[in-house]
């Protein structure tokens, strides 16, 4: 019997703790691609409750009062690109994972202090000016 006394063992669980080693890359043309590692607690003093899910979010301001871009991932996923962003508008990140239970805390690309990443339109490639000379 377990020591609380019931016949049935208990399992204590709580939302996950937040992701860890957040970064976010400019990549494509207007795009920036959010990687992440999966928490350290997942919710289960053993472990055994896996993250199912990961909410990944941008916005232009870092109180993210009005989310610009969100997606919900697989709990295995541990990156996402976000595509056709406005053109030099920083941009604040953050992940949360998510179990059975409930959403972790949010982690903030910058913690306390918020960092936003610029998405940049890709430059035109070079023209090739011929001269003649005679």
């Known amino acids: 019997h377990p020591s609380n006394g019931s016949r049935y063992p208990v399992r204590v669980l709580g939302p996950p703790g937040p992701a860890t080693v957040v970064a976010v890359v400019p990549c494509e043309d207007l795009s920036l691609r959010v990687r992440w590692r999966p ?3 997942s919710g289960a003093f053993d472990t055994s ?3 199912v899910s990961y909410m990944v979010q941008l916005d ?5 009062s009005s989310v610009d871009a969100a997606a919900s991932l697989p709990g295995l996923a541990s990156q996402h690109t976000f595509h056709n962003l406005l ?4 941009y604040y990140a953050r992940v949360a994972p998510v179990n059975i239970v409930g959403a ?3 982690w903030v690309l910058g913690r306390e202090n918020p960092v936003a990443i610029t998405a940049i339109r890709a430059p035109d490639p070079p023209r090739v000016v011929a001269a003649w000379a005679c």
């Open 104 to 106: 972790g805390k949010w």
């Open 60 to 64: 232009d301001d870092p109180s993210f």
């Open 87 to 90: 053109d030099l508008r920083p």
């Open 39 to 41: 928490p350290l607690d």
């Open 49 to 51: 409750e896996p993250v």
